[in-house]
C-alpha cells in the first residue's frame, strides 16, 4: 500500500536543509527524508488489536513541523521515536479486520484514532500509574513492550501511522463515532481534545479577561471551548490572517487582536486600561493585563510576548510546539507568572464525570457545536507536497485545518 514514510538519514536531511532554503519545495525533493512509498500492509500486533482502512488524516502542526525540519537534534523527545515511521495521527476510518479478542468492535464502524501507544497497545501489564489515571500522553514506558520507543501512531518504527490507506491500533486507542456525527467533525476529535485537556486542566479566571494566542486549528478551536464552557469570560485572540480573523469572531473571540508584538501590547494595553511601561530598549510591558493566556504558537516570541502582556500572576498555558531560542523573559519571575505546560489529553473531568476527551468532545458536537468549518483543504495523499505547502503559507492558501482524503469521493472534492 502507499504510505508516507519518513527516513531518518543525515546526507537526506543535509541536502533538505540546503534545497528547502532556497525554495519550500526543496523539502519535498528526491533526496528527501519524506517520500511517498510503498509499505507493507499493517498486521494485528495482538488479538486485542484491528485493522483500520483511512478515511481522512488530519495533517497536525508537528508532522508539519517535521517535513520542514522544523526541530534540534538535541530535542529530549528524539528518545521516544523511532525510524522510518509512517506519519499520521489525527485518523477517522472504518473498521475493517479485528482479532479474535477485541470485544468492543466490529468491521464497518466508523472510528477515530487516539494514537497514544501507551501500556494497554504495548501488552505490558499491569499498567504505570499514569494509564491508570488516564494520562496515556505521561506513560512510563514508551520504550518497553512489544513495539519500539514511540510517543504515538505517527512516529513509530514497528506500527505505521495514518497517512497511509491502512493503519493497526490497539482496540483501546479506537472510538466509535457516533451516528449523526459527519466525517469532518470526527477528524476534529484529536485537537479538540488537545485544546479540551488545556482549558479544563487550567481554567480562565472570573472577570478575567483571557487572551488565545495563535488562530489555527488549535486556538480557533480554545476559542470555542471557552465560548461554551465559560461563557462569561471575555476571549481575545491573536490572529495573523484575515481568514482567521473571521473565524475568531465566528466562534466567539470578543476581540481580534493583530500578531505583531508591537501592536498587540499596544492593543492590549488600551483594553486593560494599562499603561505600557517602555525599557531602555525592546519592547514594551504591562503591568495589568490578560489573567490567563492560552499560547497555542509556542514560540520564542509568543512566550516573550506574552510575559509582557500578562497580569501579574497570570498563567501562561503553552500547548503550541517550536523549537526554542533565547528570548527576554524577565517579566516572568518579575510579575510572578505560572508557565504551565499541556500535553495532549486522556481521561478528563467533564460534567462531574470521567471521560475520554473524545468522549466529551462528541458529546459537545451532539448538543450543537460544529468547528467542521475549521476544515478548510483536502487532499489525495499523492499531493501530499502540496498538502505541507499550504499548511506552511497559511496566508495565501487561507489553510486552518488540512486533512488527506482517501475515499474517492472525498479525493474528488480535493482542494486546488
Known sequence: MRALLFRYSLPRLAASKLAGAISPAGYFGPWSSLRLEDVPEPTLHGDDWAIVRTRLAGICGSDAKQAFLRGDRDNPLTALVSFPHVLGHEALGIVERVGP????????????????????????????????????????????????????????????????????????????????????????????????????????????????????????????????????????????????????????????????????????????????????????????????IYDTVGSPPTVETALRLAAPRAALVISGVEAPRRFEWTPLYFKEVDVVGSNAFGIEPFEGERLHA????????????????????????ARYRDAFLAMRDHGRSGAVKCVFAFDEAQSANASA
Not at 484575515?242 to 499596544?266: F, K
Open 101 to 292: 479478542a477485541v470485544q468492543r468492535l466490529s468491521p464497518g464502524q466508523r472510528v477515530v484514532l487516539n494514537p497514544w501507544i501507551s501500556c494497554a497497545p504495548r501488552a505490558l501489564s499491569p499498567v504505570c500509574a499514569a494509564c491508570e489515571h488516564g494520562d496515556y500522553m505521561l506513560c512510563e514506558r514508551f520504550t518497553a513492550g512489544t513495539l519500539p520507543p514511540s510517543i504515538h501512531l505517527g512516529n513509530c518504527a514497528g506500527a505505521n501511522g495514518a497517512f497511509a490507506e491502512r493503519f493497526a491500533a490497539h482496540e483501546s486507542q479506537l472510538f466509535p463515532v457516533p451516528d449523526g456525527i459527519s466525517d469532518d467533525q470526527a477528524v476534529l476529535a484529536d485537537p479538540f481534545s488537545v485544546q479540551l485537556h488545556a482549558v479544563l486542566r487550567h481554567p480562565p479566571r472570573h472577570g478575567e479577561a483571557a487572551l488565545v494566542y495563535g488562530c489555527g486549528t488549535l486556538g480557533l478551536i480554545t476559542i470555542a471551548i471557552l465560548r461554551i464552557l465559560h461563557p462569561d469570560v471575555v476571549v481575545w485572540a491573536v490572529a495573523r490572517y484575515p481568514h482567521q480573523q473571521r473565524l475568531a469572531r465566528n466562534l466567539g473571540a470578543s476581540e481580534v487582536l493583530p500578531a505583531d508584538p508591537g501592536e498587540l501590547i499596544g492593543r492590549v494595553a488600551a483594553l486593560a486600561d494599562a499603561v505600557p511601561l517602555r525599557p531602555w530598549s525592546g519592547k514594551p510591558w504591562l503591568m495589568r493585563g490578560p489573567g490567563m
Open 358 to 381: 473524545f468522549e466529551a468532545y462528541f458529546r459537545l458536537v451532539a448538543r450543537g457545536l460544529d468547528l467542521s468549518a475549521l476544515v478548510t483543504h483536502r487532499f489525495p495523499l
